[in-house]
Every structure is written in C-alpha cells, then in structure tokens.
C-alpha cells in the first residue's frame, strides 16, 4: 500500500469515528453549560486535566511504549499487551491507595475539602480512564483502527446516555457527571479489550513467555516511556497549568469559563487528534524509507494549510458559534477563544514533530522543547494573569506553544530535511493574530475585514489545497483500479 494511501486511509477510519464521537460530545455542551454551575464545571475540569499529568506519569507512558512498539514488534504483540497492562494497573493500585488514606483524612478532619467524596471520584476516574487510554493506544499499534472507533464510539455513547439519567432524571449535578464519565470509560475499555481478543492474546503470551525475553522486552518499553517522561510532564504543563493558575489565582468559577472556552479550539483538536493518530503510525513505517523528506515535507505544508485556514474560519464565526454554544454566564468565555485557538495550530504542528522526532526514538530532544515551553509558560501565567485575568492564562498558552514549536522544528532538522517557506508561514501566523485582535476588539466591520483575511490564507495556500485534491483523486482512481 502506498504511503499517501495508508496515511489517508488510516484518516478515512479516524475520522469515521471521532467525527460521530466528537460531534455528539460538542452538542453536550450546551447541556452541560445550562445543568452545571461554572463552579462544578471547574471542579470537573481540574480532576480531568490532572489525569492528563497522572496517567502517563505513574504508568510511565505505558500506553505510547505499547504503541510505538507494537507498530514494529509484530510478532510479540502478546507480551507487549501483558506487560502494559501490568503497569498501568500497578498505577491503579498506588493510587487508589493515596485517594483512600486522602479520603480518611479528611473525614477525620486532619485534612480539609468541601467534599471528601472528590478523592474517591477521583481515584475511580483514575482507574477507569488509564486502562481506556491504554487499550486506545494497544489498539491503535496493533493497527485495529476499527476496534479504536468502535471503543471510542461506545465512549461517547455512554457518556451521552449516563449524563441524560444523572443530571437530568437523576439530578445529582457534578457527582452525576464524574459517574458518567466512569461509566464510558471502563465500558469502552471492555469493549475494546473484548474485540481485540484481549484475553486470548494474553493467555498466548502467558503460556510462551521466556523470561530472558519478557524482561529485555520489558527494559526497552520502560526505557522508551521513562525517556518520553520530560516530553510527557512538558505537554502536560502546556496544556494544564494554567487551569491551576486561573483556579488558585482566581476562582473555580473563572476555571469553568476558561475550560469552556476551549470548546471551540475542540473543533480544530478534533481534526489535530485524527491526523495526529494517523500520522504517528506514517511516521513509524517511513522514517527509513526512500524519499522521506519529500514525504515529511509535502504533509507538513498540507496540514499547516488545513489549519491554519480552519482556524481562520473558527475566530471569522466566532460569535455565532459561541452564542449556540454558551449559555447564560459562559457566554462570556467567547473572548478567552481566539489566542486558545491558535495555540491549537502551533501544538498540533509541534505535535507533528515530535512524531518524527519519536519515529527515531529522540524523546529527548522534544523533551527539551516543551521543557522550555513549560517554563514559558510557568513564568507567563504568574505575570499575566494578576493583571489581565483569565486572558492572560491564554496569552501564556499562545506564546508557550510558539516556543515549543520553534525549537521542535530546529530538532527535527537534525533527522529530516524539512522544505518550507518560512517567509509566507510567518506572515500567515501574523494575520492569525490580526484577525484574533480584530474580534477581541470589535473593530468596526470586523466581520468584513476578517472574512478579507480568510481569503488572503486561502490564496496564500492554494498550492497546498491542490496537492491535498491530488492526492484524494489518485487514491480514489488506485481504489477503482
């Protein structure tokens, strides 16, 4: 199969799936926005990014290893499996330990919390959610692209239908939704665990195992993730800190506007997520092929152009889309978008770095990148926000992705030989900002004046709009053949 064809066929699966998954979850929000208080929201959100940081730290990126190491080790994806799952629940038990002695301490006062009951949610999710998010990525190194969007469907599904009893019927508020997202986690896990023959694959392993073997194998995937845990903590910092900024510095209330106002960079994530996916098993399989740069270099450019004229479009309809959106006090959370979304860009391109970057198994190198994204960031949010707020959090977030970027494209150059145009790429950045400020601002006719900048991306990027054209064509006329 040819590589365009693989990635785009593997794109074709992802989006099938995410998109259903996505949409329905995008339609919640409104829900969510009119049955939840931003106060619970904010709550919701913190236990959700802080699973972010947890589940590849304690698990030490069991999930990626299994991933990058299944694409290769065909015929051992059996011990792959059995000795993933060992960490991850070796992860589960350490911290349901924590959350219970956290849980006796603050019944008995020693250690003060509104609701106690948050640590054992907390440590639920936890369980739930690790053994979701790595079965997700076994199955996506093993290639079972449609056990991925089968489990990621029943997610969703399972999400919509325990929201609709607890917060609606039910009425319980947030302990309802933590419940609901338990719920979609460990059923999506079974259901992948089953279609993926899980536990056959598992006794195979059992049964064959050699010792000697199991333990260099073992070594390797441990090394991988261990080397992968500054990249992994980085990320994580990038794309959470300041949720606890706004949360210590502000209010639970303000971190529910803020975790809001990501709903809209959701849409162009949703699109980042399904190339990201597929890209990461392209990088794989041709990072010693023929031609790689030609390769590396022609997607670059297609998937910068797709985002950045998406993201475009987003800030253009703005308004409009958050007033479908947000409901009654969120509403407000419109201004926080724009800098968020093209923070989007700039992550998803840095993403698409790291992927080569991790194809050659440098995780160092993009360790220090968004290491020193991190501590950009780390710094910006403790001198913006006191003065600007909210809107200062997501300024740090746009500058921490820029740098994060920046130095990823510099490292990524020490394996390939990436062909860009920078000159164009940089003016393209600027009319994003341009275009961010124009609506920020409600500049008169601004809706004219932004809609006069899509069209300037729009020519500045035909060429790469052609060749995504040329490509889908060739891979319909080869699939006629």
């Known amino acids: 199969m040819g590589r365009y064809r693989y990635l785009f066929r593997n794109m074709a699966l992802f989006t099938a799936g995410n998109f259903v998954s996505k949409i329905l979850v995008f339609c919640l929000v409104p829900f969510y926005t009119s049955v939840l208080s931003t106060h619970e929201y904010g709550i919701a959100d913190v236990m959700q990014i802080t699973l972010l940081l947890l589940v590849p730290l304690l698990s030490i990126n069991a999930g990626e290893a299994a991933l990058r190491f299944s694409l290769e080790e065909t015929e051992r994806r059996g011990d792959i499996l059995l000795i993933g799952l ?29 609701d106690s009951r948050l640590f054992l949610f907390f440590g639920g999710l936890y369980a739930f959610n690790a053994l979701y998010e790595f079965m997700l990525l076994y199955c996506q190194g093993v290639e079972a692209v449609p056990v991925m ?3 990621s469907i029943s997610c969703t599904l399972l999400v919509i239908l325990s929201n609709i009893y607890f917060l609606l019927i039910a009425k319980i508020g947030l302990s309802g939704y933590l419940y609901a997202q338990m719920i979609s986690f460990g059923g999506a896990f079974f259901i992948m665990f089953i279609l993926v023959r899980g536990v056959s694959a598992l006794k195979e392993a059992w049964k064959n195992r050699k010792k000697q073997e199991m333990v260099a194998l073992s070594g390797e995937m ?19 800190i300041d949720r606890y900024f706004i949360l210590f510095m502000l209010s639970p209330a303000e971190n529910g ?14 699109f980042q997520r399904i190339f990201a996916q597929s890209w990461q098993m392209s990088a794989v399989k041709e990072y010693k092929g023929a031609d790689r740069e030609g390769f590396f270099s ?5 998937y910068e152009a797709v985002l950045v004229l998406s993201c475009a479009g987003l800030i253009w309809l703005l308004k409009p889309i958050s007033a479908i959106l947000f409901r009654k006090d969120f509403f407000v959370a419109w201004m926080l978008t724009p800098p968020l979304l093209i923070s989007v860009v700039f992550g998803a391109l840095e993403g698409f770095l790291g992927s080569i970057c991790l194809a050659f198994k440098d995780g160092a190198g993009m360790g220090k990148a968004t290491g020193t994204g991190a501590i950009v960031n780390i710094i910006l949010n403790s001198l913006l926000i006191p003065f600007m707020g909210s809107f200062g959090a997501a300024l740090a977030t746009l500058c921490s992705y820029f740098v994060m970027f920046f130095l990823a494209f510099r490292f990524v150059l020490s394996h390939v030989a990436l062909k860009t145009r920078h000159i164009r790429d940089g003016l393209s950045y600027m009319l994003l900002i341009l275009e961010s400020a124009l ?11 932004n809609g006069i900048i899509c069209l300037i991306l729009f020519i500045m990027y035909f060429e790469e709009l052609k060749m995504v054209l040329k490509k889908i064509t060739a891979g319909r ?3 006629a053949l």
């Open 86 to 114: 060992k960490r991850v629940l070796r992860s589960v038990l350490l911290v349901e330990i924590a959350c219970i002695c956290l849980f006796i301490l603050s019944q008995n006062k020693i250690l003060y919390i509104a």
């Open 149 to 151: 969007m089968a489990g």
């Open 222 to 240: 441990g090394s991988y993730g261990s080397g992968m845990l500054l990249y992994a903590v980085s990320s994580w910092i990038n794309n959470a």
């Open 257 to 270: 506007l803020y975790g809001i106002a990501y709903k809209i960079p959701a849409i162009l994530t949703t």
């Open 298 to 302: 022609n997607m670059y450019g297609i």
């Open 439 to 449: 609506v920020i601002g409600s500049v008169w006719l601004y809706p004219l004046w």
């Open 477 to 479: 006329k080869s699939c």
